[in-house]
């Protein structure tokens, strides 16, 4: 079992509301990612960060943000939800080489109303 | 275009059986391909891995086949238990960029019956 974990696990939420998914790993993990995935679709990666102030845009356009002031914590959060946000958001993690296997948490089921 | 296309997109089979996921792939340059195990509301879990060298992976009664040439992979399940029930996803990494990108497969829904 990866050390990863993300809270909340389930969040409903109106419209114009501003959230935070937290995202904390206890691996010591350089690399750490957040996806997008909807059901029965793959995962689209929207963020990710190579190491403590350095964070990047994934391949999916994404109006949320990240930031990574400490290793272990890779927070995602969205100004103003819209029912579009809608989806799951998965966090996930991995040591720095290409190769190396990316752990996940258990997934965010975020819903905006 | 690197894509993943993974078949069937479901599958049931009765607990017990033996059953066989395909993927194939266009990514180019390749550098690895690993099969997840996604159960439902999780994160999904790394289950093997193959580098181009490798056409063979066994993970208890899971087996992983990769055929680079024709850019082709299985997962074979023996021996089907409840609890294989899951989305089973395809990911190939190119070497192309320092951060290794990943491209996903849909995944194979699995459901075992008992």
């Known amino acids: 079992e990866a050390d990863i974990y993300q809270t909340p696990r389930y969040l409903v939420i109106g419209t114009g509301k501003k959230i935070t998914l937290e995202c904390s790993q206890t691996m010591g993990h350089d690399k750490m990612y957040w996806y997008q995935q909807d059901p029965g679709m793959e995962l689209h990666l929207i963020h990710y960060s190579y190491g403590v102030n350095s964070t990047e845009k994934g391949d999916l356009s994404s109006e949320s943000t990240v930031s990574r002031i400490r290793t272990e914590h890779f927070p995602l959060t969205l100004e103003s939800a819209r029912p579009s946000h809608t989806s799951q958001y998965l966090c996930?993690?991995?040591?720095?080489?290409?190769?190396?296997?990316?752990?996940f948490g258990p997934g965010t089921r975020l819903t905006v109303l | 275009k690197n894509q993943v296309e993974q078949s069937p997109q479901s599958l049931i089979i009765l607990e017990g059986k033996n059953c066989t996921l395909q993927c194939n792939y266009t990514v180019s340059p390749f550098s690895n391909l690993r099969w997840y195990k996604q159960d439902t509301g999780r994160g999904p879990v790394s289950l093997t891995i193959?580098?181009?060298?490798?056409n063979t992976k066994s993970n208890g009664r899971y087996t992983a086949t990769l055929d680079a040439d024709t850019k082709q992979s299985s997962l074979h399940i023996t021996a089907s238990q409840l609890s294989d029930s899951a989305s089973y996803i395809c990911v190939v990494s190119d070497r192309g960029s320092t951060l290794g990108r990943l491209y996903f497969g849909r995944g194979t829904q699995l459901t075992v019956w008992p």
């Open positions: 193959m580098t181009f060298s490798e």
């Open positions: 996930a993690s991995s040591t720095s080489g290409s190769t190396d296997t990316q752990y």
